[in-house]
T-cell receptor
Framework: DIQMTQSPSTLSASVGDRVTIPCRASQSISTWLAWYQQKPGKAPKLLIYKASFLESGVPSRFSASGSGTEFTLTISSLQPDDFATYYC?????????FGQGTKVEIK | EVQLLESGGDLVPPGGSLRLSCATSGFTFSSSGMNWVRQAPGKGLEWVSGISISGDRTYYADSVKGRFTISRDNSEKTVFLQMNSLRADDTAIYYCAKGGVSAGVRGQGTLVTVSS
């Protein structure tokens, strides 16, 4: 199985900060990667698919890049609504696997 | 816009059965693999099962193999998850996920609680 690693598990930032969230795959997954935002008690919200494609309706302050084993989600200017947990997920092969999540909290 | 609507979640006793459904719209269902993903209370996301475009190939997480069955009806644009021999650790919100290039979880989920 492909292991997805997200570190740090918690990231402290302030409104207006540029935030980068890394994700690493244990083997190459090309660009078969998705990013989600999840808030407590809510369903995960798909932000990005195929490593860099913005899901419809997602604000343009979100962007992502990477290929192979190294990926990054970037929030260009952190907004109050962005404090949440972010997950990466590979869909290069079954079983699909998810990272453990990075929680973005208020500094 | 891709829309996935899960239903069928309920409270069931250990050893019981349940059938989940996911109605879809906004994309060509018959050209897309489909999947189920779950999230236990306070835990991360876990892929459960996947099915190919025609339904001839199915995939399962080890934790559900032999107990869960995924299927699809391309005429109804719906994917199903038959869950048998349910256990307490199957308690979770179950989400439907589209496969293919623009893969991902997009539904609101349906809650399955396994408890006596």
């Amino acid at each position: 199985d492909i292991q997805m690693t997200q570190s740090p598990s918690t990231l402290s930032a302030s409104v207006g900060d540029r935030v980068t969230i890394p994700c690493r795959a244990s083997q190459s997954i090309s660009t078969w990667l998705a990013w989600y935002q999840q808030k407590p008690g809510k369903a995960p919200k798909l932000l990005i698919y195929k490593a860099s494609f913005l899901e419809s309706g997602v604000p343009s302050r979100f962007s992502a890049s990477g290929s192979g084993t190294e990926f990054t989600l970037t929030i260009s200017s952190l907004q109050p609504d962005d404090f949440a947990t972010y997950y990466c997920q590979q869909y290069n092969s079954y079983p699909w696997t998810f990272g453990q999540g990075t929680k973005v909290e208020i500094k | 816009e891709v829309q996935l609507l899960e239903s069928g979640g309920d409270l069931v006793p250990p050893g019981g059965s349940l059938r989940l459904s996911c109605a879809t719209s906004g994309f060509t269902f018959s050209s897309s693999g489909m999947n189920w993903v779950r999230q236990a209370p306070g835990k991360g996301l876990e892929w459960v099962s996947g099915i190919s475009i025609s339904g001839d190939r199915t995939y399962y997480a080890d934790s559900v193999k032999g107990r869960f069955t995924i299927s699809r009806d391309n005429s109804e644009k719906t994917v199903f998850l038959q869950m048998n021999s349910l256990r307490a650790d199957d308690t979770a919100i179950y989400y439907c996920a589209k496969g293919g290039v623009s893969a991902g979880v997009r539904g609101q989920g349906t809650l399955v609680t396994v408890s006596s």
